[in-house]
C-alpha cells in the first residue's frame, strides 16, 4: 500500500517557557509496525499568535516535506541523514527557535562530522 500524504495538524501545548505550536502527524514505528503519534515543534505562541501565522512558519519551515519524505522516516533514516539535517536546520539555520553562538556551531559541527559521522554515519 502506498503511503499516503499527510498534512498534519496544529496543538498548543504549555511548556516551562511558554506556550509552543505542535505540529502532530502520524508515522509507522519501525519496531512493530504500529502507527503513532509525532510531533515537531513549530516555534512559540507568542512569535506566532494565530493558527494561520502557525501554518505559515510550517510552510516556510517545510514541515510538511519531512513527515512526507520516505527517506526521514523511523528506519529508513541512517545517522548520517539524522546528523547532517541537524546542522542543516538547528545549527546553521539562522531562524531557528534557539540559535546558537558561533563558536557552539564550530564546535559541534567539528564533533558531530570528525567523530560521530565517522564512526556511526551508516
Same mark, same amino acid.
Given at each position: 500500500?502506498?503511503?499516503?500524504y *499527510?498534512?498534519?495538524?496544529?496543538r *498548543?501545548?504549555?511548556?516551562?517557557n511558554g506556550? +509552543?505550536w505542535k505540529?502532530? &502527524?502520524?508515522a509507522i514505528?519501525?519496531? #512493530?509496525g504500529?502507527r +503513532?503519534?509525532?510531533t515537531l $515543534?513549530?516555534?512559540y505562541v507568542?512569535?506566532f499568535?494565530?493558527?494561520s501565522d502557525?501554518?505559515r512558519e +510550517?510552510d516556510?519551515q &517545510?514541515?510538511? #516535506?519531512?513527515?512526507n519524505?520516505p527517506t526521514? *522516516?523511523?528506519a529508513n533514516?541512517?545517522?548520517? *541523514?539524522?546528523?547532517? #539535517?541537524?546542522?542543516?536546520?538547528d545549527l546553521l539555520?539562522v531562524?531557528a527557535?534557539k540559535?546558537k553562538?558561533?563558536?557552539t556551531? $564550530?564546535?559541534?559541527? &567539528? +564533533?558531530?562530522?570528525h567523530?560521530?559521522?565517522?564512526?556511526?554515519?551508516?
Open positions: 500500500m502506498a503511503p499516503r *499527510q498534512k498534519g495538524c496544529l *498548543q501545548e504549555n511548556r516551562k506556550k +509552543v505540529l502532530r &502527524h502520524y514505528r519501525a519496531e #512493530d504500529r +503513532v503519534e509525532r $515543534s513549530v516555534g507568542k512569535d499568535p494565530t493558527e502557525a501554518w +510550517v516556510r &517545510h514541515l510538511t #516535506d519531512k513527515i519524505d526521514l *522516516q523511523g533514516a541512517t545517522f548520517r *541523514q539524522i546528523a547532517e #539535517d541537524y546542522i542543516e536546520r539555520n531562524d527557535i540559535p553562538a558561533e563558536t556551531i $564550530s564546535c559541534y559541527q &567539528h +564533533v558531530i562530522r567523530y560521530l559521522i565517522d564512526r556511526w554515519g551508516g
